[in-house]
């Protein structure tokens, strides 16, 4: 600019105005336009640097900007969020801010606002309302020949359970909702049944009665809470044959039902698809069976409860294993137990087990078929009348089995311990 002047006044030739002045304009007009984007562009490398209110300024693996624009400050919520919010200026370190009251009054009127993170919370699905083809029913007064109590309104504590508030699985079917998608269970629960101990000889009172149109699936473990459980309308046709969608339930393989009382409107019962635990379930008027196995193999095992009424047989036993009984009352029945003499694909073997039970005013304890290896162990039980034992020929084509004979032969059906005072 010195030369520029110089050479601008001490000319005595007027044409070089002109270009001196063009000189002088540009370098000024080029020298205050570098200045303004030199600010400019440091202004953006701070803004860029800095979150805005509300946004993210650390966490775990966070790769943007760790401080905070001016009036905000940067807040740690967990080892994986921090959020500027406002409040002083921050000054580059993440505060830990005091827990959240999850009770605290929140007003909402700052609708813009970022919702606060927070440990996602697992939560459980409520029962969906029940179909109007299940209601709840005056608990009838099914009973043994010998006279009981009036029903009491409280529900019978026969369970003390470990998770049933918290797990969908083992629920009870309440008097405001008895459908039966609330009584099929979740296989895997943890819940604590008590198992009887002793004969009981009487039909217990119930605490309530369910009445629904049609069979009550299982799977996983069940407590219907001493209910009177039957179908309605009534599906019992005698000894007519039904067959499984005419049962009161149906279990899948290794489910257990547990304290429940079954009316005379069903025609089959239990059914167990596979290996099964039934405890302290009554049967108050069997129609064509109480119960039925369908088992490959394995063992099911019922234990307590009782069944009366039963014209033929009490457990109809037609697949494969062991199925063990023990402290259960039976009167005025035909069969106990009977092995099916004349099943398509009939064969064994089939291990009958009973072992204190109370058998009065019935007929046979166990029916076996010898020519498949099955096999009836009767111990330390009383039984007024009948049999302990009938031997068969099973076949598999449909035609009446052959008797072969009755009461223990030392092989096929063992007895010890059978007292005849009930």
């Given amino acids: 600019l010195s030369f520029i002047f110089s050479t601008l006044f001490s000319s005595k030739k007027k044409k070089i105005l002109p270009f001196a002045h063009y000189i002088i304009h540009s370098l000024i007009y080029n020298t205050m336009k570098a200045s303004v984007l030199i600010s400019l562009s440091a202004l953006s490398a701070v803004a860029v640097s ?49 827990p959240v009251d999850d009770n605290s009054d929140d007003s909402g009127e700052n609708c813009d606002v970022e ?61 405001s909702a008895p459908a039966t998608t609330l009584v099929t269970a979740t296989q895997g629960t943890t819940t604590v049944i008590a198992v009887p101990s002793g004969v009981t000889k009487t039909l217990p009172q119930s605490s309530g009665a369910v009445a629904t149109d049609e069979a009550i699936p299982v799977s996983g473990e069940f407590d219907g809470g001493m209910k009177l459980y039957d179908r309605s309308p009534k599906v019992c046709q005698d000894q007519s044959e039904t067959g499984e969608k005419d049962a009161m339930f149906i279990l899948e393989d290794g489910a257990t039902l547990s304290n429940v009382i079954i009316g ?39 234990i307590g409860g009782g069944a009366f009424k039963a014209s033929d047989k009490v457990v109809q036993f037609n697949g494969r294993g062991t199925v063990t009984i023990r402290d259960f009352y039976v009167e005025d029945y035909g069969k106990l137990v009977r092995n099916c003499g004349n099943c398509k694909n009939n064969g064994g073997s089939r291990n009958i087990v009973i072992e204190n039970i109370v058998a009065v005013d019935g007929g046979v304890l166990c029916g076996i078929n010898t020519n498949y290896g099955d096999t009836c162990t009767v111990k330390d039980s009383c039984q007024n009348s009948g049999k302990s034992c009938d031997r068969y020929q099973g076949n598999d084509t449909g035609d009446e089995p052959s008797k072969l004979g009755s009461g223990p032969d030392g092989e096929f059906c063992t007895v010890s311990g059978l007292s005849e005072t009930c």
Avoid: M
Avoid at 138 to 153: F, G, L, R, Y
């Fill in 50 to 98: 800095q979150a805005t209110l509300y946004g993210q300024c650390g966490g775990q693996g966070w790769t943007g900007p760790i401080t905070c624009v001016s009036g905000a400050r940067c807040v740690s919520y967990n080892d994986w969020y921090s959020q500027c919010i406002a409040g002083g200026d921050d000054d580059g370190a993440e505060e830990e801010e005091p």
């Fill in 115 to 175: 919702p606060e993170l927070s440990t996602p919370q697992i939560s459980t699905t409520e029962a969906t309302p029940a179909p109007s083809t299940v209601a709840e029913v005056p608990a009838p007064s099914a009973t043994s020949e010998a006279e009981t109590e009036p029903v009491s309104s409280e529900a019978a504590t026969i369970t003390a359970t470990s998770s049933a508030e918290e797990s969908a699985a083992t629920s009870e079917v309440s008097e």
């Fill in 264 to 302: 005379p409107g069903q025609a089959e019962g239990v059914h167990c698809k596979g290996t099964c635990t039934l405890i302290n379930v009554w049967h108050s008027d069997v129609c064509e069976d109480a119960i039925t196995l369908k088992q490959e193999s394995g063992t099911s095992t019922i």
